[in-house]
């Protein structure tokens, strides 16, 4: 009998090998956990800021120095064409100023308008978010507000409105100033609020947008959109609503951009990328990060009959977020209302922004108290009877009996002996009556006030049930 190679060996051994393999990858997924895995996209990102947030609802999925200060450079023209839809009208003829035209560096951006050229309002938005034109964005200031310094003011007043904290404008078109900064979580809240309008959507996400002759101009001019990720652009992005780009020697490549998938809308803000096409490769990683990697979670609260949706990574559970009550204030209306924090512990922020949302919870308001009959009344009467405890004017009314019957037996004594027996026996089944009226009417009450009771009981054992599991986690 010949006598058996190695490879023979093995292949009789074949049942151990395949357990010895299965042994070995699931050491290798328990030193390399989901976790570990999907923090891979915080070292895939270059840009030295970003956040991710949820368009609808503002929760942060994930960020790095979100707060951190930065120079915004042209996204700032988001800011500047948000308060010109609020503010004019886009039909509104614009006459650009020498000031407007006079104050750009040579080398900025610029679609070559020229003092005293007049162009609709909408044609110089087109300019302002896809060729990025900066005298343009200083006409639009002074279209607005008269001044550009009257402008600023009016754009760091509407920042404040919006929950922007960490910003401060000192021009129209992001042009470097020391005193004009934001940070990557401020600019998502002013997009947030700018893809509100459908018109802002509209001129962003535009491929080309053409401008006739004006009257200093009798050329037609066309402006291209710099943004990589629209559909006609050169890495087109499904769902994407439109964004803006930027850059400055202090700023470096910004991009702020936003997306609608499967009724989700997601803003990502990069700030500091190192290069151009850095800042979209970021912005597409994490948008890719939010749409494949998180779901919607709705809380419910019965006592409240309020509901909160919030979106969770997958890899988390519902039973992982903490939930906190604050302490209930009564309204005016009667209603209730009780401050809600949801959260995740720190371990989970390799996943998720651990800080979920802070919402506020409202009962239904009450009805009102039905209005009372008049107590001498066949209505009021069956109030009275319905609402009193039965014990109190079973009390009273026996007592009321009594001191009748005890009148009606003098008079009965008086009359002959054999009517005198029919009428107690009358007053005797009356009597009889009477009382199992009221035992049976006291035992309905007896039970209906039990089952109140276990039912606040529950709802007592239920919700300090709850709050120890929002504490303990």
Known sequence: MPKPTALTR?????????L????????????????????A??????????VLM?????????????HGIRKPASTTKIMTTLLALEKGDTADPVTVSNTAVSSVPRDASSVGLMPGEILPLEKLLYAVMLESANEGANAVAEYVSGSI??????????????????????????LNSDDHYTTAYDMALIMKKAIEDPRF?????????????????????????????????????????GGKTGYTTASQNTLVEAACRDGRTLICVVFQAPSSLASFQDTVALLNYGFDHFRPVTYEDSEYEDSYTYLLHNDLNPEQVNILYGEPVENEDGSTTVDVSFNLPTANADLMYPEIADIALTSPVPPPPPEKAPLFSAAGVSSFFRETPPLSWIVGLFSLLALVFSKLLELINLLPSGLALIVKTILAIFMGLFVLACFFRTRR?????????????????????????????
């Open 10 to 18: 093995f292949w009789q051994l074949r049942p151990v090998s395949g």
């Open 20 to 39: 010895l393999i299965a042994l070995l990858i699931c050491q290798t997924l328990l030193l390399f956990p989901v976790g570990q895995a999907q923090a």
């Open 41 to 50: 996209i915080m070292d895939e990102v270059q840009s030295q800021a970003f």
């Open 54 to 66: 949820d368009g609808d609802t503002g929760q942060i999925l994930l960020q790095r120095d979100m």
């Open 149 to 174: 310094e009257e402008f600023a003011v009016l754009m760091n007043q509407r920042a404040k409105e919006l929950g922007a904290k960490n910003t401060h404008f000192s021009n129209a078109n992001g």
């Open 201 to 241: 959507v509209t001129i962003c996400c535009a491929y080309q947008h053409f401008l006739e002759p004006t009257n200093l101009q009798k050329e037609r001019r066309i402006f291209n959109n710099k943004n990589r990720l629209i559909p006609q652009g050169a890495m087109p992005y499904e769902g994407i609503l």
């Open 445 to 473: 009450w007896l039970r209906r006030r039990k089952r109140l009771l276990q039912k606040q009981k529950m709802e007592d054992r239920r919700r300090a049930y709850r709050e120890q599991q929002s504490y303990w986690g």
